[in-house]
């Protein structure tokens, strides 16, 4: 029992004894007292029905729609609608593959619920081997370590007089990716993927954003501790010895959230590893199309070089899109991918969209953006109750108006 929770017994026994007598002489008074019998709540009359979605005007939907594709702000335009009952209202060439960007981390967001679970979770050790002035970090692909886990695992570890990293664990895998423009690390959209990093590697202490990534993220996870213990002495090695510290990442469902608002290509490739990692290989992109093709969905024609989208060698059709986020709406296992997507106009990727449209803050989707290609998959609800998912993918267009417009097609859904 803590100190404090037994003292306040005693001086709560102490008053209770200093007031006894005043208690007895309130007790007679107060019996005394007449009132009337207790409130009873009554029952509602009759159970309260849950609202049901009205029916569709399909025609008038179906012709909305096919108008709007029609824009030429569009460009090369692939695209499918279904209802959450999946009936399809909208299809446009939706089984051919287009350069999808960072929509591709629907895919990768999939795979990970699928194979890992919601409550995954990445633990990252330091051992100390036969020198006790040395210790190395175990990186097992925590990209998400910020200041509060290293000063946990500084107070765990106590003092050291040189501190390592141990990046075993992603050996054989590229930390540059094909289609990848290594001018992205100093413009923020990714950092060579080692398997520990703070924050995604930013700079500065950044905790989000397209900030500046580092070069050598690892070397700065075990620069970050060994500040903390009071080393010198900062490098690579092997991870051999007792485990002194450790600590664990956030669940897979917060590092999701993490990764799809703001569409972090970091984040995005130490997940598709993850999967890769568990399922025995070291492809991460393949990984993820092996736990789809598994679970019965298309991805013939898919092409992954990557599971940020980043790379301009990805293509995917919207057809297998649309059919993991309808999931997602009916199934609970892929339930957590749509919390993970941006609100419309209200947050992440999508805070600057849909201000003046009717799918304001009703419209959760995951964008992705290239040169030339603007893309949206998601979900809207309806003023009649009915939830339609959607796939969108632009290409060869001009990305501001092709956002624009995409926009407004999925506004058009919440008049429906």
Known sequence: MKVWTWVGSAVALAAVGGVAGFGIAAHEQLSEITHEPPYRLQSAPQAL?????????????????????????????????????????????????????????????????????????????????????????????????????????????????????????????????????????????????????????????????????????????????????????????????????????????????????????????????????????????????????ERGYDTSGVVLRDNSGLSTEDRIAPKLLNALLHDAVAEPALRPLLSALPVAAGEGTLEDRFGDLPGRGWVRAKTGTLDGTASLAGTVTSVNGNVYTFALICNDADVLAARRAMDEFTSALRNF
Not at 86 to 98: G, I, K, Y
Not at 230 to 250: I, K, N, R, W, Y
Not at 266 to 283: C, F, N, P, S, W
């Open 49 to 293: 029905e849950p609202a049901t979605p009205s029916p569709i005007d399909d025609a008038s939907l179906r012709t909305t729609l096919a108008t709007l594709a029609d824009n030429p702000a569009l460009g090369t335009f692939h695209g499918r609608v279904s209802t959450a009952d999946n009936e399809t209202v909208f299809d446009r060439a939706s089984d051919e593959p287009l350069q999808p960007a960072s929509v591709t981390k629907v895919l990768t967001a999939s795979a990970a619920l699928l194979s890992l679970g919601a409550q995954d979770r990445i633990t990252t050790e330091v051992v100390r081997g036969a020198d006790p002035g040395a210790v190395t970090i175990k990186a097992a692909g925590d990209v998400w370590l910020d200041a509060e886990a290293l000063d946990d695992l500084a107070e765990q570890v106590g003092t050291a007089d040189a501190v390592y990293i141990d990046t075993s664990a992603w050996d054989g895998m590229a930390e540059m990716l094909p289609g990848w423009n290594p001018l992205d690390i100093d413009g923020g959209f990714v950092a060579p993927l080692q398997p520990a990093m703070l924050s995604g590697g930013r700079l500065g202490g950044e905790t989000t954003g397209d900030v500046p990534r580092s070069h050598a993220p690892a070397l700065d996870v075990a620069q970050a501790l060994a500040d903390r213990v009071g080393a010198q002495t900062v490098g690579l090695g092997p991870a051999d010895g007792e485990v002194v510290a450790a600590v664990e990442s956030p669940t897979l469902v917060q590092r999701l959230e993490l990764m799809m608002k703001n569409s972090d290509n970091v984040y995005a490739e130490a997940i598709g590893r993850e999967v890769a990692l568990e399922r025995g290989t070291k492809d991460g992109p393949g990984a993820t199309l092996s736990v789809l093709e």
